[in-house]
């Protein structure tokens, strides 16, 4: 049996579900892999939990009926420790980040010369310094994984890292973005782009604030994090974006009437990677509906292989979160 | 740089598909994986040739201008071992079984206990002594590599293996062989079980014996393996199958105007294993057509994941053979 400890840095929805798996599957994760969680702190963006082992019932009661860690006074020291303390001060095998900090680079730099290894669901830090992550991870020996950051918990990471080793890939195209998908969708119907931006908002599949879907960046962070994976690492900078924003209802209407709809397709093949929204027959692979994604990997040996899965989601981004922790653990295990 | 000697067992259309990426890939494998290979033997069903590095251009060419490789005897020199013989006197790191011999566990167990790993697109050692095998790699450190027995190209089996780690696997449905389905949907074209399976043996889809795919032992044996995989050990006598051969042209016309087709469908439960024609909705992904299989994988947490690919063909196939063959060189490396 191993025992292997964990600090969190964001506790909202994802992290707080990574949280009630590893409670959930305490049992199994012993009999299954030999592996034992200890989460040594919790990081939100109110405060620093940090104790020998934190009771994660009580931490997501905590944060559910509290709102912040902050208030949890009676039974833990609190610190006001930022990322970058936790990192430097709390000394954990795994750093756990679910938050969206788009400066994450900098503590997840640190994370590893500290010699922790690394596991998010967070984008940024990928699609602007991929390279220097994965390369100061390799240099030390450490693990730095991701899986999380695209197409939630379907594992398309994963198959491009283990998998097609002799394959050379040609090109991947697919469908990153649940939101886009379901105004799209939702326009077919025949309301316009606000109407279905407000439907999307009211179910929670928008944010309040969705420009970040609906101009195509977080298809783009994930289609450049795609790119450095399957080819080499570049950053979002030189990839070419276009939003749907422009998109008319009359527009959907008409191709609709041809059999065909629009969705906000990612091409990502070796040094060049675009995101737009293009029109593809509705019997293409391409053409999901509701918050799945799709990606179409064609390598030059094994031909075209479609993966499709939930592209968000809680439980299925925490699932991903939570697969990346053990096979990391399983490292570690064979390590010592 | 490291050398990795090989040894082929069985030198037909998949054994030298392999041979041909080695030869293609060479450099490119040396630059991105640091490894070299050397092809110490090859064993047909007529001869082995045996010697410190076999010119895999010339031992493609006798083969398939002479038929067998006993008759290659200006260069090197033949030997009349079995495979058997083989894994005992050649001391190679790989054994690459790419036949179809139903008792190669025989010699696949063997092979373990002489300390070599093996790569493997051969089922029926897997449907029915999976945990044998297994179990002896795993005692011995030794790598036991299967991805091409199912799925061919499209990488099921690492999928299920590096991914979805803290998933339970719920369900495994999907379509495992493309005879069937290419029978099945020429019928839905309006001609008889017979006629299409004519067709099929024309068109070099079905085998002139093509009784293992019609009768659903081929999807039988790639069910098993998964159960195996994702599940734990059982043997293929476990399972319940029944073929396509009882199906009418009138039922598959029947079904079609209801907007379904029948395929041959898996179902892969924990300690449930069946295969049999099912009527589906066109609109389902299993709804597969030509030789694509197909399979949705369900886990407690990550939902639905389908993925579909080509199910057979001779690139494809050796694809995840020379993928396993990469994989198994890269932990040999790690552990020198």
């Given at each position: 049996m191993?025992?292997?400890?964990l600090?969190?840095?964001?506790?909202?929805?994802?992290?707080?579900?990574?949280?009630?798996?590893?409670?959930?599957?305490?049992?199994?994760?012993?009999?299954?892999?030999?592996?034992?969680?200890?989460?040594?702190?919790?990081?939100?963006?109110?405060?620093?939990?940090w104790?020998?082992?934190?009771?994660?019932?009580?931490?997501?009661?905590?944060?559910?009926?509290?709102?912040a860690l902050s208030g949890?006074?009676?039974?833990?020291?609190?610190?006001?420790?930022?990322?970058?303390?936790?990192v430097?001060?709390?000394?954990?095998?795994?750093?756990?980040?679910v938050?969206?900090?788009?400066n994450?680079?900098?503590?997840?730099?640190?994370?590893?010369?500290?010699?922790?290894?690394?596991?998010?669901?967070?984008?940024?830090?990928?699609?602007?310094?991929?390279?220097?992550?994965?390369?100061?991870?390799?240099k030390?020996?450490?693990?730095?994984?991701?899986?999380a950051?695209?197409?939630?918990?379907?594992?398309i990471?994963?198959?491009?890292?283990?998998?097609?080793k002799?394959?050379?890939?040609?090109?991947?195209?697919?469908?990153?973005?649940?939101?886009?998908t379901?105004?799209?969708s939702?326009?077919e119907?025949g309301?316009?782009?606000?109407?279905?931006?407000r439907?999307?908002?009211?179910?929670?599949?928008?944010?309040?604030?969705?420009?970040?879907d609906?101009?195509?960046?977080?298809?783009?962070?994930?289609?450049?994090?795609?790119?450095?994976?399957?080819?080499?690492?570049?950053?979002?900078?030189?990839?070419?974006?276009?939003?749907?924003?422009?998109?008319?209802?009359?527009?959907?209407?008409?191709?609709?009437?041809?059999?065909?709809?629009?969705?906000?397709?990612?091409?990502?093949?070796?040094?060049?990677?675009s995101?737009?929204?293009?029109?593809?027959?509705?019997s293409?692979?391409?053409?999901?509906?509701?918050?799945?994604n799709v990606a179409?990997?064609k390598?030059?040996?094994?031909?075209?292989?479609?993966?499709?899965?939930?592209?968000?989601?809680?439980?299925?981004?925490?699932?991903?979160?939570?697969?990346?922790?053990?096979r990391?653990?399983?490292?570690?295990?064979n390590?010592?």
């Open positions: 191993k025992t292997i400890s600090s969190f840095i964001g506790f909202g929805n994802i992290g707080r579900g990574v949280a009630r798996i590893l409670m959930n599957k305490k049992q199994l994760f012993k009999e299954k892999y030999g592996i034992e969680f200890r989460v040594i702190s919790i990081t939100d963006s109110s405060a620093t939990i104790d020998e082992e934190i009771n994660l019932e009580e931490a997501i009661m905590i944060k559910e009926n509290l709102g949890w006074t009676n039974e833990y020291e609190v610190f006001d420790f930022r990322p970058i303390d936790v430097r001060e709390v000394d954990s095998d795994i750093v756990i980040d938050t969206n900090d788009p994450a680079h900098i503590w997840h730099l640190q994370a590893l010369r500290e010699g922790r290894n690394i596991v998010t669901s967070n984008k940024p830090p990928l699609a602007f310094h991929y390279w220097e992550l994965i390369h100061e991870a390799g030390r020996g450490l693990s730095y994984k991701f899986e950051t695209v197409m939630a918990g379907t594992p990471i994963t198959l491009l890292q283990e998998s097609l002799g394959d050379s890939i040609e090109k991947i195209e697919g469908v990153f973005n649940g939101t886009t379901f105004i799209l939702e326009m119907k309301i316009n782009f606000e109407e279905a931006l439907k999307a908002q009211k179910l929670g599949i928008a944010e309040r604030d969705p420009s970040g609906i101009n195509g960046v977080d298809a783009g962070y994930k289609a450049t994090i795609l790119h450095c994976v399957a080819f080499h690492p570049i950053t979002f900078r030189e990839i070419k974006i276009k939003g749907i924003d422009e998109i008319t209802e009359k527009e959907v209407q008409q191709f609709l009437g041809r059999k065909q709809v629009i969705r906000l397709i990612a091409k990502v093949e070796e040094g060049n990677v995101v737009e929204p293009m029109t593809i027959p509705k293409s692979p391409l053409a999901v509906y509701g918050t799945s179409i990997i390598g030059d040996l094994g031909g075209e292989i479609v993966l499709k899965g939930a592209g968000a989601g809680i439980k299925e981004t925490a699932s991903a979160v939570v697969s990346d922790i053990i990391t653990c399983l490292t570690l295990k390590k010592t």
